[in-house]
């Protein structure tokens, strides 16, 4: 069995930002304390203003943290959630007993699993839907109000066979919330239309002031 860490980047990493910098020390602390055999950092070049792509920012903080003994591997062309996940499949390349974690900011975590769900497990659309409806169906009741469910989630994360989404609160304000909803809207429809897929992610990297 493998055991290994998945960090999803969000933005070019710098230590002064309070919040980011807590995130990837809890990363760091739950791979050394976990034992895991691998770290993989995902996320590609997203600041015209930094050489550095997220991934390889974050690693120039990380790496002296993480017990030696740890692989640290990066994944650098991704700059959507969805690519992450995708891109990390053949650096990762998951077996049936393997023990896998990935670190995200809890607002995505559920989108997480879902590209999870498809790319890793191939699972197809409505598979995919039946489970999120069971999961509600359980876990959504005159007890469990959405708010109740959404506390659960963000402690607990969100578990499918042998991976775990652990989400780590990055605390964006409500607004950038509210709009990441919308935006994961698209980016999990984006899988199932190519044309929206190359929209989206044109999209993405104009609002990162990307070329190409």
């Known amino acids: 069995m493998t055991k290994t860490a998945i960090l999803i980047g969000n933005g070019t990493f710098d230590a002064k930002m309070r919040d980011y ?3 990837v020390d809890e990363f760091a602390d739950f791979a050394n304390t976990n034992k895991v055999d691998r770290a993989i950092i ?4 997203t600041s015209p203003a930094s050489r550095y792509s997220e991934a390889s920012s974050i690693v120039r903080y990380l790496a002296p943290k993480l017990n030696k003994r740890i692989k640290l591997l990066t994944e650098e062309r991704s700059i959507t959630a969805s690519q992450c996940v995708r891109n990390t ?4 390349k998951l077996k049936k007993n393997d023990d896998v974690t990935v670190f995200c900011d809890s607002v995505i975590a559920v989108k997480v699993m879902w590209f999870i769900m498809h790319y890793w497990f191939g699972m197809n659309r409505k598979e995919i839907e039946k489970d999120a409806l069971n999961f509600i169906s359980t ?3 005159k ?3 959405t708010e109740t469910m959404g506390k659960w989630i963000g402690v607990t994360g969100v578990l499918y066979r042998n991976v775990e989404v652990h989400p780590c609160p990055i605390k964006p304000s409500i607004h950038s919330a509210i709009a990441q909803q919308l935006i994961s ?5 984006s899988l199932y239309d190519p044309k929206l897929y190359k929209e989206f992610v044109d999209s993405t990297k104009k609002r990162y002031g990307l070329s190409g």
Not at 89 to 92: A, Y
Not at 185 to 189: G, I, M, N
């Open 21 to 23: 910098k807590k995130y």
């Open 42 to 45: 995902s996320g590609g070049h």
């Open 89 to 92: 499949k053949p650096i990762l």
């Open 139 to 141: 876990h959504y009741s």
């Open 143 to 145: 007890k469990n109000h």
């Open 185 to 189: 809207l698209v980016d999990t429809a």
